[in-house]
């Protein structure tokens, strides 16, 4: 089983900085990233296959396509691929936020 990670302002007691994460702020931060695509729907295949609608921030690692969901304010991201937690870090950083299990 694969660790899920939460990007999230939850943790922070600055005043001035908005405690969730918005999907428009998503959008604009990711936009300037080319290596990430936004999908409304995210279709896991194999022996069957399964769409999830949301918010995703697709990543493209090499071959692999590694969702970023937006969700209730946090992002959200699997560990399964260890070159996740570097960018995974990389983006809670310019957010503004911190990195959760969960």
Same mark, same amino acid.
Not at 3 to 8: A, G, L, N, S, V
Not at 53 to 66: A, P, R, T
Not at 67 to 96: C, W
């Given at each position: 089983?694969?660790?899920? @990670?939460?990007?999230?302002? /939850?943790?922070?007691?600055? $005043? ?12 604009? @931060?990711?936009?300037?990233?080319? *290596?990430?695509?936004?999908? /409304?729907?995210?279709?896991? &295949? +194999?022996? &069957?296959?399964? /769409? %999830?609608? +949301? *918010? ?9 396509? =590694?969702?970023?969901?937006? @969700?209730? +304010? *946090? =992002? @959200?991201?699997?560990? &399964?691929?260890?070159?996740? %937690? ?6 809670? /950083? ?6 959760? $299990? +969960?």
């Amino acid at each position: 089983m694969s660790q899920r @990670y939460r990007i999230t302002r /939850s943790f922070q007691q600055n $005043e001035q900085a908005e405690p969730s994460i918005s999907l428009e702020e998503c959008k604009e @931060y990711f936009s300037t990233k080319p *290596d990430f695509t936004y999908s /409304s729907v995210f279709t896991v &295949t +194999g022996a &069957t296959s399964m /769409s %999830i609608e +949301g *918010d995703f921030f697709m990543w493209s690692y090499g071959e692999f396509k =590694i969702p970023f969901r937006h @969700y209730q +304010g *946090d =992002i @959200y991201v699997s560990g &399964t691929n260890e070159a996740v %937690i570097p960018k995974m870090l990389e983006v809670a /950083s310019e957010l503004g936020a911190d990195v959760a $299990e +969960g």
